[in-house]
């Protein structure tokens, strides 16, 4: 999986977590020491419109954190079109489906990716879960909060768009890659998720923008990120 030298990150005001702009900040040092009571940091990926390159972002933050010796574990939560076992080459036996039927356990289903990332594959095309219930979200949360146990990252690639399960994915995360692209579409929509999500989140969620395939100038730039703040 290659890093994208074309993404540039830039953040949301939030009021929980005061940080500067920078890739250390964001994730943690690599060198800092584990707490005794271990919990993973939880980032939620997400974004107003899909085609944006959020899997692919998703896939490359978590195999370089595992480079850099952290335990990672991706949580594909896009219940309607699944993918990141697509984009991490592999083929799943057990999905979050059997998890949600009540058939495994979340441990039963993770799978091993590139440099050792974890992956818990998403029910794709499968119509009754693509937006969740609010039982099933639950019974999601739940099973993310077994696994903070045993990595230092979660990291959770939800669908694009608005839904409420897409919202409370964002909440249930201790920060937030918004991420865009130079499609109108893509920003205007941006807008409206950003909105929507601080909005219901009271602006708890630490909240970052990635701009993907950047075609953006600096002042442009700028522009955009005035108008989402």
Known sequence: VGMNADLQCMRIPAH???MQNTVTNLFGDPQQPVAAQHRARVVAITSGKGGVG???ITANIAVALALAGKRVCIVDADTGLANINIVM???????LEDFLDGALPIEAILMEGPRGVRVVPGASGIVEYADLS???QQSLLNGMQR??????YLLIDTAAGIADSVIHFVLAAERALLVISPDPTSLTDAFALNLKALSLLALVVGMFLIYNTVMFSVVQRRAVFGTLR
């Open 134 to 136: 609010r039982h099933h």
């Open 147 to 152: 696994l903070e146990e045993q990595f230092d």
């Open 16 to 18: 929980r977590y005061p």
């Open 54 to 56: 959020k899997t692919s």
């Open 89 to 95: 080459g592999l083929t799943p036996r057990h999905t």
